[in-house]
């Protein structure tokens, strides 16, 4: 089934055997499919178990497994095997697509909080991001907290993007809320 022409049954062997087995060596060949959506798709299923992929995954042409790769790294920072991973997501954050620039934000802040902290609040700083990757540079923000990341979170509050000032006002309520902060 792992190599059915369709892709369909490509991805329902890829959810059987991931299910039974996330790090069954099997599933490799679906990381690196032809189809972009078996590509994704597994990397959600099981990329967290097949972590000497991720590299050339992050680096995949088509955008939706960049960003299931994106949105892995932010659910398991530990998987931070990827050489110059700190270097890749910066590069990413500048994307011409603002989903995988937002996504690649928070992955970030994720897998290296000290060093997205000031750079991430630069990022709010810039009036020229799209607002969309203001709020991935919110939401990793968020995740880092302490004294920078409020800083940063206070200095968007005069945006003049409805959205954008809401998100960084929940962020800002969720940071308080913490009983360490």
Do not use: Y
Not at 41 to 49: D, M, P, Q, S
Request: hydrophobic share 45%; with cysteine; aromatic share 2%.
């Amino acid at each position: 089934a792992i190599i059915d022409p369709s892709s369909e049954v490509r991805l329902a062997a890829a959810r059987g055997l991931a299910e039974k087995n996330p790090a069954d060596e099997r599933l490799v060949a679906l990381l690196l499919d032809e189809e972009p959506q078996v590509r994704a798709e597994t990397v959600r299923l099981c990329g967290a178990h097949h972590e000497s992929r991720l590299d050339l995954l992050l680096d995949d042409k088509n955008p939706e497994v960049r960003l299931a790769v994106l949105e892995l790294l932010t659910e398991h920072p530990e998987l931070t095997n990827t050489p110059m991973l700190d270097d890749r997501l910066c590069e990413l954050m500048s994307s011409p697509s603002t989903v995988i620039a937002s996504a690649a934000a928070t992955a970030f802040a994720a897998v290296n909080p000290k060093k997205a902290t000031s750079e991430l609040a630069s990022m709010l700083a810039d009036e020229e991001i799209s607002s969309e990757v203001q709020r991935g540079a919110i939401r990793g923000l968020q995740m880092v907290g302490g004294d920078e990341a409020l800083q940063g979170l206070a200095g968007i509050l005069t945006c003049t993007d409805r959205q954008v000032r809401l998100e960084a006002m929940s962020a800002i309520a969720e940071l308080a809320a913490q009983d360490d902060w």
